[in-house]
């Protein structure tokens, strides 16, 4: 039975000034783990920093690598990838509630994309500087402040006296950049009995309830080699490519056209897009190019199936070539790799959706609005293989992927306010006499 009753006015308070009092050592603490590169592959050093933290915080740790997990490699959404999971584990810390409330995962990713020229960078993007009150490098936004803010939400309720009723859990993931094969999905299917999962993405303080599917596809087109100065003797690739190009990008136009999905188009212009992202063909200037290869990425809303996109695709490639009589013997070949991602969605009226809306506009007065992210996110792993609801709620998303990320602190302090609260409100609640912790007396570590 979950112990539902509305936060007061003065425990609100208390709440809100534990977490200012704590948002010095958070900003400090996700300077700490932007200093750490923690690109695809090279996450361990960060998720020793929050092994420490939970450990702090008198959380039961665990370890979780992505072999761990039995035959995860046959999952449909697994791909492989050039690094090996050992040594880069989840890290899960939980802390038990005290009576029958509802339980909580709130879940977050060490990982970020590179840096690119670190020249054109105002600060350096791993020098974790806190200036002009923001945080500024790689991950600061996306998404280490949501870490950092997980983990203070948690002593911003012990130090305001609070005892959560049902079971909160931490879960920092790698690779959700590249996929998060490794990362949550590993964690949703070693067994996720939360009752709700949030995740603290850079959602500018709205809530993000569902997501594109997303595909990377290969079309390669043979053509037939020559020297430059005899063309006719070669049939050139990039010719023959061309009506394959024009095609996909009509049935980019044609679906931004036909498949709409509310959720998304609150924000964005359209649900679901296709885009050719790169072309490589030829060898040298004088030679007629023998082979030519498009890279892309398509996505498809949660009313469709990645099966039905890919079809879809397949067959807008086979029919942009079918009054060309070279492809009756050098027909294109599609592949799927990389990403492939399943959309996900859960219903604007399912009770964490409400419950978290709710907790931030009486409490931060902030009106997050729930709508769609056009790209893959986590919260679908929980939603589709975990049967458990899941959104994104977290700070903003300032130049995350590009040149000078930075998190406002301001920002930082908002979103351990609206964790903590979203969790009071989530799982229920008891008031303690005077704050409490259970020190820990010895640290988990990566293992090597």
Known sequence: ??????IDAEVRQRVRDAAAALTDDAAAFTATLVRERSVQGQEADAQQHVIEKLRALGLEVQLLEATDVPDIEDHPEFAETEY???????????????????????NGHVDVVPEGDDEQWSFDPFGGEIADGKIHGRGASDMKGGVAAMLFAVEALE????????????????????????????TALDGCDADAVVIPEPTDFDLWIAND??????????????HAAHTDEGVNAIGKLYPIFQ???????????TVHDDLFEREYEY??????????????????PDEAVLEGR???????????????????VRE????????????????????????ASISPDEPIVKTVQDAVSTSLDIDATAKGFPGGIDTRFFVNYADTPALCFGPGAHNIHGTDEFLPVDELEQTITGLALIAMAWCGYEQTDEPSRDEADGTAEVPE
Do not use: C
Request: charged share 25%; hydrophobic share 30%; net charge negative.
């Open 1 to 6: 039975m979950t112990i539902e009753r509305p």
């Open 84 to 106: 090996s999971y050992d040594g880069r584990p989840n890290v899960v810390g939980t802390k038990p509630g005290a009576s029958d409330g509802r339980s909580l995962l709130l």
């Open 159 to 186: 130090r305001a006296g609070i005892e959560l009723a049902g079971d909160l859990s931490i879960q920092s993931v790698i690779e959700e950049e590249a996929g998060g094969y490794g990362g949550s999905l590993a």
């Open 213 to 226: 599917g997303v595909s990377y596809f290969r079309v390669t087109v043979e053509g037939r080699g020559a």
């Open 247 to 257: 095609a996909l990008q009509d049935l980019h136009d044609r679906r931004k056209e």
């Open 271 to 288: 649900t679901v897009s296709l885009n050719p992202g790169t072309l490589r063909s030829g060898e040298w200037p004088s030679s007629v």
């Open 298 to 316: 398509v996505s498809h809303a949660p009313s469709e199936t990645r099966e039905e996109i890919r079809t879809t695709v397949e067959e807008t």
């Open 320 to 343: 942009a070539v079918a009054a060309d009589p070279w492809f009756d013997e050098h027909p294109p070949t599609v592949e799927w790799f990389g990403w492939r991602g399943s959309s």
